[in-house]
């Protein structure tokens, strides 16, 4: 209960390196309960900026996050446990955690939650991984009768938009052309003047 991971945090900041660190593997055996809620994703911040002083809980905490990865990332309090960890480790650290939403970047920039984790994912990664993660959301297929949306569904959806936006701004050299001339093509498929006008006044600023 909450007077449970009240006492837990206390001992996180209080206790020795030993005690703590028994604390922070209680803590990881129910990882993805308690970062499922608000009160549970509290000690589990705690707990992730520990495991930066435990280089040896570092495999059990990644281990734990790409297993329930996308649910985590989709979930209201779970997301912010990504973006913490993202903040936190190094982006060699943290390559488990970016490689588990692969095929699956475009339907996570669709959602509330999910969209903000794949913005931190895309400045977190390194320039290899962020160039095949932006191919794959610009790339998406055209037809929807696939799973994943088209570049169009995104520039159109509330969230999805945003993370299009981020594309643009983040990616570099031939990259950012092929994003451009991605976007470009795309606006000529758009029937809304508004959000025609809109996209073509981003991609001016752009530029």
């Not at 990865?69 to 913490?84: D, F, K, R």
């Not at 643009?168 to 092929?178: D, R």
Request: proline fraction near 2%.
């Amino acid at each position: 209960g909450d007077v449970y991971k009240r006492q837990i945090q206390t001992a996180l900041i209080n206790f020795d390196d030993k005690h703590k660190k028994f604390i922070i593997e209680e803590a990881l055996e129910k990882f993805k309960e308690l970062s499922n809620c608000m009160n549970g994703l509290c000690l589990i911040k705690k707990v992730i900026v520990a495991c930066a002083k435990f280089p040896d809980l570092m495999p059990k905490l990644m281990s734990k996050m790409v297993e329930h990865s996308m649910e985590l990332a989709q979930n209201p309090y779970g997301n912010y446990a990504i973006q913490v960890a993202l903040e936190t480790f190094s982006t060699e650290e943290c390559r488990p955690l970016l490689g588990s939403f692969k095929g699956k970047y475009a339907q996570l920039s669709m959602l509330k939650f999910s969209s903000n984790a794949v913005e931190k994912c895309i400045e977190k990664a390194d320039l290899q991984l962020r160039n095949e993660i932006i191919t794959e959301i610009i790339s998406s297929d055209k037809f929807l009768s696939t799973l994943r949306p088209s570049l169009i569904v995104l520039m159109k959806n509330s969230y999805g938009n945003y993370v299009i936006q981020k594309v643009l701004s983040i990616a570099e050299g031939e990259m950012k052309v092929s994003v451009g001339v991605a976007i470009q093509d795309s606006i000529c498929h758009l029937t809304d003047k508004k959000l025609k006008a809109k996209w073509a006044q981003i991609l001016n600023k752009s530029s």
